[in-house]
């Protein structure tokens, strides 16, 4: 059995609770978890959607161009 261990606070998981942060790939807890809006731009729409993301990725998210590296990642070739 694989033990699951918030890599914020320690907690131990079950793992379906545990989610991943999208931007340090960590694992994270329920509690511990954030969710970041992101917009992105589809060939249909615009819409705005949730990521996850830790507590120490949350502020970095909001500044750093990752967060269009993870959009780059979601659409793929789709972009112009
Ligand atoms: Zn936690
Ligand atoms: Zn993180």
């Known amino acids: 059995m694989d033990a699951v261990k918030c890599s914020v606070c320690g907690k131990e998981l ?3 609770n545990a989610r991943t942060c999208e931007i340090c ?3 994270i807890c329920l509690d511990c978890l954030g969710y970041f ?6 060939v249909y729409k615009d819409y705005e959607d949730l990521v996850p993301v830790c507590p120490s990725c949350k502020p970095k998210a909001m500044l750093s161009r990752k967060l269009l590296r ?4 979601v659409f793929g070739g789709e972009k112009k």
């Open 14 to 16: 079950d793992p379906k």
């Open 25 to 27: 790939m960590k694992t």
């Open 37 to 42: 809006a992101i917009y992105k731009r589809s």
């Open 70 to 73: 993870i959009v780059d990642e």
